[in-house]
């Protein structure tokens, strides 16, 4: 039985891009300060150890392992990687940065402390690795690069396949697939090898003169000579590494550093009745120039890559053919970062293969994009990453671009710092609840983007959430409650709390025919079942006909019912309760400019809006103040225009509702409100049934209690999936932790 040719033969409908990815990247945090290995412990913010799925301590204290989890896409996986290492950035401590190169700057052994793990066999390997290859060698890192076959893609090859089992099927494939990865591991090394100098003191020697890469050649962490394992066959790839570890020259499986490990079982001999499931490639050196230290080409091309070694036949004689394939890399990797391929280095097997693979199975033209890329850094070594980096050597050092290089990636990871990198598309406050939650160690899954639908768990606990803080924990009936504004104030009048006056209209007819009774009182005029302040018109002097029938228009436009309320003197503020405790408490400035003498207001609004912290569909702190009819009315009756110049530091008001989802500014007042109040809100959400809750109170002045006698507040709103980061990146004040308060509530074991 064999597994060439099989590309050839199948079908074009064939799903050949179909596979599985993940990443790891090793880093090493640096002391700003001192621009040498960090000497503070693994950050406490990233949570245990022992359990954490995307971020663990690799061979020292300083070195950080960033892991995704596996993806369906390269797309994926390196937007997870960027998503991890923005947590990762930004849970270091802030004089800490991670260094971009895979080689360290200036260390000594001394500085390399041992991860401080509380498994007791890590600790014994960290510290047999200390011994037989000294501490210095493992300072260095990379990037690994793990890939599988689709599921389909391998259902489809091995039905036209001639094998009966499919584990023995994978297992032939697979093994395929790493011997010609070895076989053509020098291209790699060539396009990608990064690490072509070790700064003084690295070695006992000091190098002649810049490599390509130390880190793929025997100058890197590789094993001994006396490790010796032959991929002729999975037998005896497994027979080799069993005795390896008998005789005690590997002190696990693991320690086995072949530039491709087979994967997918605690124990190699597993794979005879398990079969491989996936290969981890692990020569490829940190790119400086990528923040996350592979660009997305790169992912891409290796994916065809890998293909396209499937597309070729195996080796002949593979012990043979694999040696000579190492001693060609260790050529290539020895070799000036400038030097071109030596006469034995021939791509054209290689090429033609990914050429003919693109044309057979019609791929997109964005990888024979890749192909073309390739073959121009072939023919000109100046194109690739080494060829690059060599320009950024001073004085026979990169520790200069380093630093420089490290602190700018760290200050891009500052840069929006309320936004996870990489998933700037979701709602704001579904990337704060998942910052946190990769920040503790809790497996995240996202099953439907677009409606923020995520599921989160720990071992066997599992908890779905739905726009930041809809979950399981809400009984279903409530959140219909609190979106019917006519039940919310029927349940809190019956509990004996105080709710504004009004009525409620099903038809824009009758509500027209009401007019004589709200004609010259202060009303609010909103729709019956929405959110985000959509549809509100206020009139605290009464309206005309005219304004009240397009406030009804405004808001039936809503919803098929209205209310027409009494409008409450005072200031309004948004109480965020979880788990019957009030949280954070923000004052709503309804959506404002303030004249400068020279400006007119559409000048004024467009200024306000170019802040870093405005954006919209709630992807930032604050939302973009629009100039829609509503705007146009509260400013008509004001007496301005859009063309209209106010008066320096006269304050202009664009809505009366001051809602952030409509452009408004927040102002926390945790701290500064009377606690009696925060205890009115928490019994609120209480007779709601409710565990979250955003309470919205008009309070006349905060600083007088509330009491049953003297009701100095009125509900006028109960939300049941109440924004979270308007309590914590506030216009003004210090903000208040929010989201992580909701996953601790979730998951109380990870805290």
Not at 682 to 706: E, F, H, N, R
Request: aromatic share 8%.
């Amino acid at each position: 039985m064999t597994v060439d040719q099989l590309l050839q033969d199948s079908p074009t409908s064939l799903p050949i891009l179909q596979g599985t990815f993940g990443l790891e990247h090793e880093s090493l945090r640096i002391d700003r300060q001192t621009n040498r290995l960090s000497q503070k412990p693994h950050p406490e913010k990233l949570g245990s150890r022992n359990f954490h799925p995307y971020i663990q301590t690799d061979y020292s204290e300083p070195q950080i392992e960033l892991i995704t989890p596996i993806a369906s896409s390269t797309k994926e996986a390196r937007r997870f990687l960027t998503g991890i290492a923005d947590v990762a950035g930004r849970s270091l401590n802030k004089e800490d940065y991670l260094w971009p190169l895979s080689m360290p700057p200036q260390v000594s052994e001394e500085e390399i402390v041992i991860a401080q793990l509380e498994d007791d066999f890590e600790r014994r390997y960290r510290q047999h690795l200390a011994k037989v290859y000294g501490k210095r060698l493992q300072t260095i890192s990379g990037i690994h690069y793990n890939f599988g076959l689709g599921e389909e893609l391998l259902t489809q090859l091995f039905q036209q396949s001639d094998y009966e089992d499919l584990a023995a099927f994978k297992n032939d494939l697979y093994l395929k697939l790493a011997q010609n990865f070895i076989k053509y591991r020098w291209l790699l090394t060539y396009l990608y090898g990064a690490t072509p100098l070790a700064e003084k003191g690295f070695f006992d020697q000091e190098l002649d003169g810049p490599l390509r890469s130390i880190r793929n050649s025997s100058l890197g962490y590789v094993n001994h000579d006396s490790v010796k394992v032959s991929y002729s066959s999975l037998e005896q790839y497994i027979t080799d590494i069993e005795a390896c570890v008998a005789d005690g020259r590997l002190i696990a499986e693991k320690e086995f550093y072949s530039p491709v490990r087979l994967r997918g079982a605690k124990r190699s001999r597993d794979y005879l009745s398990q079969g491989i499931t996936y290969l981890e490639f692990r020569c490829f050196d940190i790119d400086p120039f990528d923040q996350q230290g592979i660009a997305q080409e790169t992912l891409d091309t290796v994916h065809l890559l890998a293909l396209a070694l499937l597309w070729l036949d195996d080796p002949q004689v593979v012990n043979q053919e694999l040696q000579s394939a190492e001693e060609l890399n260790e050529q290539v990797a020895r070799a000036h970062p400038l030097a071109k391929l030596p006469g034995e280095a021939d791509s054209s097997s290689i090429i033609s293969a990914m050429r003919e693979l693109i044309r057979h199975f019609q791929v997109p033209s964005y990888y024979s994009q890749l192909v073309d890329k390739l073959e121009k850094q072939l023919a000109d070594p100046s194109l690739t990453i080494g060829g690059r980096l060599i320009k950024e050597i001073k004085d026979g050092s990169l520790e200069v671009f380093g630093h420089q290089q490290g602190k700018a990636f760290s200050d891009l990871a500052w840069q929006a710092s309320y936004a996870l990198k990489g998933f700037e598309g979701m709602e704001l406050s579904t990337q704060l609840i998942m910052f946190d939650v990769i920040q503790k160690g809790i497996n995240l899954e996202i099953l439907d983007e677009s409606d923020q639908f995520l599921k989160l768990s720990v071992g066997d606990h599992i908890e779905y959430v739905k726009d930041g803080n809809m979950t399981a924990k809400d009984n279903f009936i409530v959140p219909l409650a609190m979106e019917n504004k006519t039940v919310t104030k029927k349940i809190l009048q019956k509990a004996g709390f105080p709710v504004p006056a009004g009525a409620e209209f099903n038809q824009l007819e009758e509500a027209l025919s009401a007019y004589p009774n709200f004609a010259t009182k202060a009303i609010v005029i909103k729709p019956k079942s929405t959110n985000f302040g959509l549809g509100i018109s206020i009139f605290k002097e009464g309206a005309s006909r005219v304004d009240y029938q397009k406030a009804l228009e405004l808001a039936f436009a809503e919803d098929e019912s209205v209310l027409i309320e009494e409008f409450i003197p005072g200031t309004e503020y948004r109480f965020f309760v979880l788990d019957g405790e009030t949280l954070g408490v923000v004052e709503r400035q309804a959506a404002n400019v303030v004249g400068d003498g020279k400006s007119t207001i559409s000048q004024l609004v467009a200024q306000k809006n170019a802040s870093p912290l405005r954006g919209t569909g709630h992807r930032s702190p604050l939302e973009k103040i629009q100039l829609g009819e509503i705007e146009r009315l509260m400013l008509d009756q004001q007496g301005y225009g859009l063309d209209s110049i106010p008066d320096k530091d006269v304050r202009v008001n664009l809505r009366e509702n001051s809602n952030i989802s409509t452009g408004g500014d927040s102002i926390d007042m945790t701290e500064e409100m009377h606690p009696s109040y925060l205890e009115l809100a928490a019994q609120m959400t209480k007779a709601m049934g409710a565990w979250v809750c955003g309470v919205d109170l008009i309070i006349p002045d905060y600083s007088l209690p509330y009491t049953k006698e003297a009701r100095n507040a009125t509900c006028i709103e109960l939300n049941f999936n109440p924004l979270m980061y308007m309590h914590t990146y506030c216009a003004k004040g210090p903000g208040q932790v929010i989201t992580t308060k909701v996953v601790e509530k979730l998951f109380p074991e990870v805290n």
